[in-house]
């Protein structure tokens, strides 16, 4: 079975600095997703980015970036020049590409624990 | 376009009462996901529906909770005879036909159960 983990409960971070906030993972899979989300005290799940297993490259989006190693199955998420729009439980989640199987494909998500972010103004 | 919408935003019951919550998945999306997201954890998979279908509901409780997306109409997660524990926050989440890799979540229930 797949997990997720996220070793950091709590991250700071100054205003205007930069963070990175650490995920790992384990799976036998070759093709899947992995995703960053961000839940703020609203509680409402936004999606931050996204990375394809089988692309090299790494996603970015805007300040947020991220460092996928597939070898090391590691997917730290780097926020640039933070904000204090940016303090928020932070998610890192897992879907394989293949599911259930291909016919009706689960697709469901793995969640780790989350990493509380503070911004400090 | 409206996203994921999710009513009531907060429902409070007391023990041995049923819960039903309501998701509405965004418009032309025709997968339904629900997560259960108990304090200071992460979302853990429950049911994956489509119309008139459970795809997989293997994070389900195998009592009391149940899962149905009509052909018309909201999708609704129930549960029965509702204890503490039950107490968390609920989402939903939904995908387009044939594009299922990213969801998009709603703003998600919190069950408070006294």
């Known amino acids: 079975a797949q997990t997720v983990t996220q070793s950091q409960p709590e991250m700071s971070v100054q205003e205007a600095e930069t963070v990175t906030l650490s995920c790992t993972y384990d799976?036998?899979?070759?093709?899947?997703?992995l995703f960053w989300y961000k839940q703020p005290p609203s509680r409402q799940m936004i999606l931050v980015i996204r990375?394809?297993?089988?692309?090299?490259q790494n996603a970015t989006e805007n300040r947020f970036s991220v460092n996928f190693q597939k070898a090391a199955k590691s997917f730290s998420l780097k926020i640039s020049d933070s904000q204090l729009g940016d303090a928020a439980m932070y998610f890192c989640a897992y879907r394989s590409a293949s599911g259930l199987n291909q016919a009706s494909g689960t697709y469901k998500y793995i969640f780790g624990t989350g990493t509380r972010l503070k911004v400090l103004a | 376009n409206a996203g994921v919408m999710q009513n009531p935003r907060h429902l409070v019951r007391r023990r041995g009462q049923e819960a039903r919550l309501r998701c509405s998945p965004m418009?032309?999306?025709?997968?339904v996901y629900w997560y259960r997201q108990l304090p200071e954890e992460g979302l853990k998979f429950m049911v994956y529906?489509?119309?008139?279908?459970?795809?997989?509901e293997s994070g389900m409780p195998k009592e009391r909770f149940s899962a149905e997306f009509p052909k018309e109409g909201p999708s609704i997660l129930r549960i029965q005879q509702v204890v503490r524990g039950d107490s968390a926050a609920y989402f939903c989440a939904s995908s387009p036909k044939g594009r299922t890799d990213t969801q998009y979540f709603g703003p998600g229930t919190r069950l408070t159960v006294l």
């Open positions: 990375q394809e297993a089988y692309k090299q």
């Open positions: 418009k032309g999306h025709s997968h």
């Open positions: 529906l489509q119309k008139e279908n459970i795809i997989d």
């Open positions: 799976t036998s899979e070759s093709d899947y997703y």
